[in-house]
């Protein structure tokens, strides 16, 4: 079995995986069992792999303190059931867990065993949890009731409400510092009604300082930016596939409670990139931003003066979008106003812009 151990973390590369399949269970077994050293797990090819390590009843390791398992359906008919990990209560050291499942249905499930009347384990010692696959009829929540998270990481891809379920299972959200939300579904177009529910979940948490907002898990309306100036927040991050409003985020970053936090902004709402030729304002390669209604040109502007005014550090593809798109006019203009250039490639200018702005992600020159 080719397995490297590095700096304690479990290493399987390409032929590893594929000798897996040539390994009965009993060999895979055996093999764990001298990994006595080990640290960080992370098994993300292997399904079976993962579902061995589980079902251990002894530890691997108890310098375990992160482990990254891929589960799936085919061999659990609920891959969030919190009695999969029952034996993960003997780690003393495991405080870091992630669970991933790929083909979560209880159709082609071949695990039939019921654990129903198996208590629930206690996982009280884990501090960060991240759940990610389809969450929405699961377990999941369940899980989260029996851990007491600081860091949770809720990624969703069912569309459904899962995510909103388990905000709402948290039985210590006091506890709560980090929260990553990839959510697909929160504010779609079938789930307008949780929108409430959602900011109603938000509201029981009192000590979030670290936020991150991705696909569908952010809103325009100003009862979501109402929810976010009542947390204690030191860094805020609206990623992709998130809606805006810059007025709302204008509000946000003036309230006096938010200039007492927050640190760091960031904003990947909106993306843009630079070509290599510009021949007139409509004949070029670049990429510009695609702004909206409620968060544009105008709108990032005023956002980055109010970031700079409450000493926030503000980055992200949204402030560089802001900057390829003030640095496409002004090429547009000596373009346009130099008979000489011929229409030709861009001029001078664009390698000079690229100096002003500097690295595209160090922001706008609103640092603390």
Known sequence: MNIKIRRRELDLDGDAYSALSELDD??????LKTLTK???CNINQSSRLSRLVLELEEPISQELINLYV????????DVFNP??????????????????????????????????NLPLPDLSAIDCISLFGCLTNTR?????????????VISNSDGGGGALVILEAVKTPSRLVELRL???????????????????????????NHLTLDHGSSSILPAFYDCLRRLPLEYLEFGSDTEVSSSNLLTLLES???VKTLQRLVLGNIVASRGSYIHASDDHDWELPDWTDDFDLDGTDLVIQAAESAGVKVTGTTIDAYKIELDFASLVMAVEGDEGCGGGEAPDGS???????GDESEGVGVEN
């Open 256 to 258: 006096p409670s938010s």
């Open 140 to 152: 999941a929540d369940r899980l989260i009731k029996c851990c007491s998270p600081s860091s949770m």
């Open 38 to 40: 080990l640290e960080y």
């Open 182 to 208: 990839f959510s697909a579904g929160i504010f779609s177009s079938g789930l307008l009604l949780s929108e409430p529910k959602y900011l109603q979940s938000l509201s029981r948490y009192k000590n979030i």
């Open 26 to 31: 009993p060999s895979l077994r055996e093999c």
């Open 83 to 116: 009695v999969n990990f029952r034996h993960l209560s003997k780690y003393k050291s495991l405080y870091d867990l992630s669970i991933s499942a790929i083909h979560q249905s209880s159709s082609d499930s071949l695990t039939t065993t019921s654990f129903s």
């Open 351 to 357: 390698d000079e812009s690229d100096e002003e702005t």
């Open 70 to 77: 891929q589960l799936s359906g085919k061999h659990f008919a």
